[in-house]
């Protein structure tokens, strides 16, 4: 069985950084960063592939959250910069076989999820 696990999580102000971190025992092609308001579905944020550097991200992530990954330890990060109340959500981490997945359906494996939660 496939264990994914994410860390990092917590409060902080507006405007601050948080960098989240998640782990496999897997090998997978892709992971990458989801997350989930109350009330609302899952939401894309990016995706790093765990061979090439290519990475992809939510058009309204990018230049905030930075995705990348250490391939050796199976682990991928989300630095995430000048964070705002919005961004307060559950956040998820997820594998997958596919080549640039930006689906929730694309994903076979996910975490139990880490809270971030942005203070005004």
């Known amino acids: 069985q496939v264990h994914v696990v994410e860390s990092g999580g917590g409060v902080v102000q507006t405007g601050g950084s948080l960098r989240l971190s998640c782990t496999t025992s897997g090998h997978p092609l892709s992971m990458g960063w989801f997350r989930q308001s109350p009330g609302q579905g899952r939401e894309f944020v990016a995706t790093?592939?765990?061979?090439?550097?290519?990475?992809y991200y939510a058009d309204s992530m990018e230049g905030r959250f930075t995705i990348s990954r250490d391939s050796a330890e199976r682990t991928v990060y989300l630095q995430m910069n000048n964070l705002e109340p919005q961004d307060t959500a559950v956040y998820y981490c997820a594998t997958s076989w596919k080549f640039r997945p930006i689906t929730a359906a694309e994903y076979d494996e996910w975490g139990q999820g880490t809270q971030v939660t942005i203070s005004s």
């Open positions: 790093i592939n765990m061979i090439s550097t290519n990475t």
